[in-house]
């Protein structure tokens, strides 16, 4: 698998991915354009290698395609609307759109980006619903990071497992290992204690005495299966 990612990892496969980016959050092609695709094999090609650029050429192509298609937008948005909202519904549809990016403009591109479906109109409705740029740019930016790179993400764990997370994520795992009793124990005496003091009438060292014997149990009989 290596080998086959390692062997794509050129100019051309940079052109490749950046196209499918591109057209994910082009305005128009990005509604049979899929660049789930495109980030996973950067991710992969990334993991592989070490070479950076894979991850950095689909992340440029899409705030590239975002910033495209806000401009479109701005210029032709209106006549967009009016050609293609006529019904009633649809230009309800586009209202309440339309106020919800003005009010909340940054946690809702940014929001989309994460999103997935919404990506694909979001630009060019905020350049038709004229959100100022320098609202605009850093939430499509911050959103760009976030929403390429947790597919990014996938496409590296994918190809090297665990090995691709932080150095710190080992010692963690060995950290959870040794004290799973510990934790389990814990685990089944919070919903214990919640439930306990919430929903019973008894005395507090009644209550403290149930807890740790139903907890208890539930430790024990997980053990032991």
């Known amino acids: ?50 070479d950076p650029w894979p991850i950095i050429v689909v992340m440029t192509a899409a705030l590239l395609a975002d910033i495209t298609s806000y401009l479109l937008g701005r210029v032709y948005g209106t006549r967009a609307i009016l050609r293609f909202l006529k019904p009633l519904k649809r ?25 997935g479906p919404l990506a694909w109109i979001t630009p060019f409705l905020s350049g038709a619903s004229n959100i100022p740029a320098s609202r605009f740019l850093p939430a499509t930016t911050l959103g760009v990071l976030l929403g390429v790179g947790q597919f990014c993400l996938y496409g ?27 934790l389990l124990f814990a685990a089944t005496m919070a919903p214990t204690a919640y439930l306990t003091f919430r929903y019973t009438h008894l005395l507090l060292t009644d209550k403290l005495l149930l807890v740790t014997i139903i907890s208890g149990s539930i430790f024990l009989t997980a053990n032991m299966i």
Do not use: C
Not at 9 to 31: E, K, Q
Not at 94 to 106: I, P
């Open 91 to 115: 230009r309800r549809a586009w209202h309440k759109a339309r106020t919800a990016l003005q009010k909340h403009a940054v946690l809702f591109i940014i929001s989309a980006r994460i999103l």
């Open 156 to 182: 590296a764990l994918g190809t090297k497992g665990l090995e691709a997370l932080h150095p710190y994520v080992q010692p963690l795992i060995s950290l959870l290992y040794d004290h799973y009793a510990l």
């Open 1 to 50: 698998m290596q080998e086959f990612v390692t062997t794509f990892n050129g100019p051309l496969s940079y052109a490749l991915l950046a196209a499918i980016a591109f057209g994910d959050a082009l305005i128009g092609p990005s509604f049979f354009v899929f660049g789930e695709i495109a980030f996973l094999a950067a991710g992969a090609l990334y993991a592989a290698s070490g």
